[in-house]
């Protein structure tokens, strides 16, 4: 059974960094697409980056420019560099992957980042 767990999340004051990890498992095929998504309270969820699995990026452009979407292949994990957090990034986190015969979500992380 496949299985993303995030990591990382946390409180953070606004300014401030925090990177986020999401690590795949229980799979014997290639991880595909591979990306970030956040929802706050009251809003729909909403994508926040997103990777192929041959590197090729693309950011919502709320973020572009501060956070930094990456991955490490070998080990089916994804990462989320987010730097000069602002309040409005508070929302959970929630990572994504593409694997043959499914699409794929972790159950959150929430990023809190205050004023």
């Known amino acids: 059974q496949v299985q993303l767990v995030e990591s990382g999340g946390g409180l953070v004051q606004a300014g401030g960094s925090l990177r986020l990890s999401c690590a795949a498992s229980g799979t014997i095929f290639p991880v595909n697409d591979m990306g970030w998504y956040r929802q706050a309270p009251g809003n729909q969820r909403e994508l926040v980056a997103h990777?192929?699995?041959?590197?090729?990026?693309n950011y919502a452009d709320s973020v572009k420019g501060r956070f930094t979407i990456s991955r490490d292949n070998a080990k089916n994990t994804v990462y989320l560099q987010m730097n000069s957090l602002k309040p409005e990034d508070t929302a959970v986190y929630y990572c994504?992957?593409?694997?043959?015969?499914?699409?794929?979500w972790g159950k959150g992380t929430l990023v809190t980042v205050s004023s």
């Open positions: 990777t192929t699995r041959g590197g090729s990026t």
């Open positions: 994504n992957a593409g694997i043959i015969g499914g699409n794929y």
